[in-house]
């Protein structure tokens, strides 16, 4: 063996030799240069960038917790719903909760622009002030609850609820670019009363004169009458005498005169008290017909508050030709009905939020052929079903007052939630 090396060293050139000896610290000083420029290549990589460190995976959950737990808070905002993506089919109680009371900043813009726009509001839902304040210019028309026609012992007409006429609130709505059309309602009248007006044309004449008073002193843009269904359907040629004389004379003194009327069809397809044939008579000298599509559903009928389908149909009935389909204020409702085994009742939206605020994980359920949502939960001992407006539910009927070319009249705005109007 020795031997062999020692031909082996004989036979190296003076070059190799110094290769042989020096080759394995060549060989280690390769290997720590691979080293350092791995080390200094990892120093070089963006310490955000790769594989999180169990701190920082939890750092990055709790943002994206934070993120999607978060809520707006209460009032305008610069997303509107839509920015959001709040009109969906499947929500929970806690979407509406949580959202409800945020809107969009741009308060004056309108979204609705195929027809005009009535909002009602009421004394006992004062909210419904501040809605009309906020968002009056995206109505054509605010009608508040103020007053009513009665009868003194003399049998003369007298305006009654002129003590909750707020001037000042007129003229800050109207700066909206809303008129001010008060509702008027028949209050505590006979049959005989009624008789006497239909037979007596010097009391026909008082009532007219009386109404045009009215609004000439108050300093408001005209009228809803609501007088069709206080009769229950009974003496319909004679009212729509009535009707006519006074929307003519409203029209020559350039003020509004809208008449609000029943459906002209209810469940069980029973006829109701207004039909096509009163539509006709009357579409040339009223400026609009608020329809009261809602309340279609009782405690003796428990269901949606008003069909989809059935507000299409009450629309092409009265104006089967599309003649006057303008002139037509489809019916929405912003209040929704409780149904329990104690029976039931209506529901607000504040009286909602309390209710969703129970139970916020439950998701509310669709019904596809009524277009409308409802909620089942078990509160106060007893079973609850509501039914209650959402925006998608309101989308859709939107889009069904584009396509028939009607406007939309809402009772009423104090009873809705804030987010509602981002829709209009």
Same mark, same amino acid.
Request: glycine residues 6%.
């Given at each position: ?28 000083? $390769?290997? /720590? ?10 120093? @070089? ?9 169990? @701190? ?36 929970? =109680?806690? %979407?509406? *909760? ?47 609850? /103020? ?18 006429? &707020? ?6 709505? +109207? ?11 028949? %209050? ?27 609004? $000439? ?17 009974? !003496? +319909? ?11 003519? !004379?409203?029209? @020559? ?14 469940? &069980? &397809? ?6 096509? $044939? ?22 003796? +009928? ?6 989809? @389908? /059935?507000?299409? +149909? ?44 129970? *139970? ?40 069904? =007052?584009?396509?028939?070319? *009607?406007?939309?009249?809402? /009772? ?13």
């Amino acid at each position: 063996m020795n031997e062999l090396i020692k031909n082996e060293v004989h036979d190296i050139s003076p070059v190799n030799i110094s290769t042989y000896i020096l080759y394995p610290l060549i060989l280690q000083m $390769e290997k /720590w240069r691979v080293y350092l420029s791995v080390v200094l290549l990892v120093a @070089s990589i963006d310490p955000n960038f790769g594989t999180l460190s169990k @701190s920082d995976k939890k750092h990055k959950d709790k943002n994206k917790s934070t993120e999607r737990s978060a809520i707006l808070p209460p009032g305008p905002n610069a997303a509107s719903v839509m920015d959001r993506n709040l009109i969906s089919e499947n929500i929970k =109680a806690r %979407d509406v *909760v949580d959202h409800h009371a945020v809107y969009s900043k741009h308060t004056k813009k309108r979204n609705f622009v195929h027809g005009d726009v009535l909002g009602y509001v009421t004394p006992w839902n004062n909210h419904g002030y501040d809605i009309a304040k906020t968002f009056g210019a995206k109505f054509s028309m605010i009608s508040p609850v /103020w007053l009513q026609v009665t009868i003194s012992n003399n049998d003369d007409f007298l305006i009654g609820g002129t003590h909750d006429v &707020d001037q000042g609130w007129i003229q800050e709505v +109207r700066k909206q670019g809303a008129k001010i059309v008060p509702r008027v309602l028949f %209050d505590r009248w006979t049959g005989q009363n009624y008789v006497s007006l239909f037979q007596d044309k010097d009391k026909q004449q008082a009532l007219k004169e009386l109404l045009l008073n009215t609004v $000439e002193q108050l300093k408001v843009d005209g009228i809803v009458l609501e007088f069709w269904s206080q009769l229950g359907g009974r !003496a +319909r040629p004679q009212i729509g005498t009535i009707v006519k004389d006074l929307a003519q !004379a409203f029209n @020559s003194k350039k003020y509004v005169f809208i008449l609000a009327i029943p459906p002209p069809l209810y469940q &069980d &397809d029973i006829e109701g008290m207004f039909l096509a $044939e009163d539509f006709t008579k009357l579409a040339e000298s009223v400026d609009y017909f608020s329809l009261m599509t809602y309340d279609y559903s009782s405690l003796s +009928r428990p269901g949606p508050n008003s069909p989809i @389908s /059935w507000i299409e +149909r009450c629309v092409k009935l009265l104006d089967p030709e599309a003649t006057h389909r303008d002139k037509i204020l489809m019916g929405f409702n912003f209040y929704g009905f409780d149904y329990t085994s104690q029976g039931g009742g209506h529901v607000l939206g504040r009286d909602l939020i309390k209710y969703l605020e129970k *139970v916020p994980s439950t998701k509310l359920s669709y019904a596809p052929d009524a277009a409308e949502h409802f909620i089942e939960f078990k509160a106060d001992g007893y079973k609850h079903r509501i039914f209650y407006p959402t925006l998608y539910s309101i989308q859709k009927r939107l889009k069904l =007052a584009e396509e028939l070319g *009607v406007g939309i009249s809402i /009772w009423e705005i104090g009873q809705g939630l804030d987010y509602f109007y981002d829709l209009l």
